[in-house]
């Protein structure tokens, strides 16, 4: 019997250059166990992907600040600290660096975004400041300003909670330091080759192999096991 997973998704799902690989197609709609998708991304995303996968919509968004399942949304990420943090850093003269329209905070309810181009060093200097009540998260793919409190792990205890399924059940793959949390509460827990330092460290594998194809010998392996 196949195991359920945690997936992250950009870097894990994704080609180099960030697309949906082709292959998330082909294995993961008929995976018979569920598929929650965890992800640093706004809540609209894994749901969109989960809807076209034709699964289940089990997901986690915003780095563990928001979880779906079973027709429940539980917000768990209080996003008043993080937004002053981001508006001292404005008044301070940096910039969010999204452009006009700004869709990737648009539908944030916990955290902001900001682009890699912001200035990382201001943007800490005046997180520090929060005295704890925010964390920055680099995930690779933007600066993350969020409550501490939330995290891609606690929000699979939740939504594992709610499907009646132990957290050890779970394999969990990934490639960024969101995703340690995540590796901490699953049974299993792999790490691309692409992953940073701390998933890396956090995981039980670190593959040889980067992005989707990574996680398709973890999904290959998996099947074969199941058998």
């Known amino acids: 019997m196949t195991p ?9 799902l994704t080609t180099p250059s960030g ?9 993961l709609p008929d995976w018979d166990a569920p598929v929650v998708f965890a992800t640093g991304k706004a809540f609209p995303y894994p749901v969109a992907l989960a809807h076209f996968l034709g699964r289940p919509e089990f997901v986690i968004a915003e780095n563990g600040g928001v979880a779906y399942v079973d027709g429940e949304t539980a917000v768990l990420g209080d996003p008043t600290a993080p937004r002053a943090v981001v ?8 910039e969010v660096g999204w452009g006009d329209g700004d869709t990737v905070n648009r539908w944030r309810e916990t955290e ?5 181009d912001a200035d990382e060093a201001l943007l800490r200097e005046v997180a520090a400041a929060a005295d704890g009540d925010v964390t920055v998260v680099d995930t690779g793919y933007a600066y993350h300003v969020k409550s501490p409190a939330a995290s891609k792990g606690k929000a699979l205890e939740r939504v594992a909670d709610a499907l009646g399924i132990a957290t050890e059940a779970f394999v969990a793959i990934g490639d960024s330091e969101n995703d340690a949390s995540t590796f901490a509460v699953a049974g299993e827990s792999y790490a691309v080759a692409n992953a940073d330092a701390t998933a890396r460290e956090a995981a039980d594998v670190v593959l040889d192999e980067a992005y989707m194809d990574g996680t398709e ?3 290959a392996a998996l099947r074969e096991r199941g058998e």
């Open 112 to 116: 902001v975004a900001l682009s890699l």
């Open 4 to 12: 359920p997973l945690a997936l992250d998704i950009d870097g894990t």
């Open 19 to 27: 697309r949906i690989d082709p292959r998330v197609f082909e294995l």
């Open 217 to 219: 010998t973890v999904l």
């Open 87 to 94: 508006e001292a850093f404005r008044e301070r003269g940096g």
